[in-house]
């Protein structure tokens, strides 16, 4: 029986769809703007269990953008402020936390009995993405990551069968963690449709200064995008894009 608060979802889903969400666990690596929002539209539709990492906590600076971020929860571990916000929605859902973030040593586990990964990592943590995609493939999970670019998105899906993160990149696949701490994901690789007014300048400024522009609505944007691919992927009712392949939206050029 279909809980009442998601009774309208019912046309768009069949009952055994609906009950397959409940059934199911994603993993998300990265509670904040991508994450957060992805975590929120997956629990309205019924996903029944999550699997958590971040090892912030939110300041003040977060709130323009970020899910579950508010004067109320300034100060508060990323994941523990997700999780109250997620069973506000939600009672039911159950919840493993990995309040360490994600790293070479937590990864298998994190990734472990998830039906899919989300990664939203931050952008400066690049060394613990890889250790994520690389536990993902080990054991034959998609991975699916989303950035904002000002009023746009583009959202990656990686196979396991399919092109490596490193592949993606020309990073050697045996690529130690330890070389790969200050290595940043090129913008190159997340769209060729970067907004008219930001220049090469701008991006080598805002990467030396550990500070990229964002606002809400990229944010809200790519897990949106993100979360329609997901669940059509689970559902078995549409392929995702995969990578060398990408979605990209940009409402402004």
């Not at 629990?43 to 600076?61: H, I, N, Q, T």
């Not at 999780?83 to 360490?100: A, M, Q, R, V």
């Not at 790969?180 to 060729?192: H, M």
């Not at 559902?235 to 060398?244: A, D, E, G, I």
Request: hydrophobic share 40%.
């Amino acid at each position: 029986m279909i809980k009442e608060q998601f009774i309208r979802n019912l046309g768009i889903m069949s009952e055994d769809e609906i009950q397959q969400l409940n059934r199911t666990t994603i993993a998300i690596a990265g509670c904040g703007c991508i994450g957060g929002f992805s975590a929120e539209l997956l629990a309205r539709m019924g996903v029944g269990k999550f699997k958590l990492a971040d090892p912030d906590v939110f300041d003040v600076s977060n709130i323009n953008r970020q899910c579950a971020a508010t004067h109320r929860t300034v100060g508060i571990h990323k994941i523990e402020a997700l999780k109250e916000h997620l069973l506000s929605i939600n009672p039911e859902i159950e919840f493993t936390l990995f309040p360490d973030g994600v790293n070479e040593k937590n990864a298998t586990a994190f990734v472990q009995d998830a039906n899919y990964v989300i990664d939203a990592i931050d952008y400066f943590s690049f060394s613990d993405s890889v250790a994520l995609h690389r536990s993902a493939r080990k054991q034959s999970k998609f991975v699916i990551t989303a950035v904002a670019l000002g009023f746009g998105t583009s959202v990656l899906t990686f196979s396991p069968q399919g092109m490596s993160l490193e592949q993606y990149l020309g990073i050697p696949e045996n690529m130690t963690l330890d070389n790969l701490k200050d290595f940043t994901f090129p913008p190159s690789g997340y769209t060729t449709n970067l907004p008219s007014y930001v220049t090469q300048t701008d991006l080598e400024r805002w990467l030396s200064d550990r500070t990229i522009p964002t606002i809400s609505v990229g944010q809200a944007l790519g897990p949106g995008v993100l979360v329609s691919h997901l669940v059509l992927h689970l559902l078995k009712r549409r392929q995702p894009v995969l990578v060398p392949e990408t979605f990209q939206l940009q409402l402004e050029v």
